[in-house]
């Protein structure tokens, strides 16, 4: 089972960034994907879920309204897609593969590598 996380890079406050998280190895369809951060020096953080079977999401109340999950059945891929980036955001981003809906990411069984996502002031 591999998650690959893809899509990070530098942006200005106020700008848009796509991530990915291809899953291979298995099929997800009873899957639960999550995101996560982590900044510097800073625990790790839930950002959001989606539920491979279904669809609903849930997010971290500091994303709610800017950030948006989706996934792709055919790709076994899951997007977060990012708006009105600020510099808070600023994080390494983990996509997770677990069995529950939930913000703890040690119920989380498989994770991805991590993509550095910067936004700048």
């Known amino acids: 089972v591999q998650l690959q996380a893809s899509g990070g890079g530098l942006v200005q406050a106020g700008g848009s960034l796509r991530l990915s998280c291809a899953a291979s190895?298995?099929?997800?369809?009873?899957?639960?994907l999550g995101w996560f951060r982590q900044a510097p020096e800073k625990e790790r953080e839930f950002v959001g879920v989606?539920?491979?079977?279904?669809?609903?999401?849930s997010y971290a109340s500091s994303v709610e309204g800017r950030f948006i999950i989706s996934g792709d059945n055919a790709k076994n891929t899951v997007y977060l897609q990012m708006n009105s980036l600020k510099p808070e955001d600023t994080a390494v981003y983990y996509c997770a593969a677990g069995r529950v809906v939930s913000s703890n990411p040690k119920v989380y069984d498989y994770w991805g590598q991590g993509t550095l996502v910067t936004v700048s002031s």
């Open positions: 989606i539920a491979w079977s279904g669809g609903s999401t």
């Open positions: 190895g298995r099929t997800f369809s009873s899957y639960i």
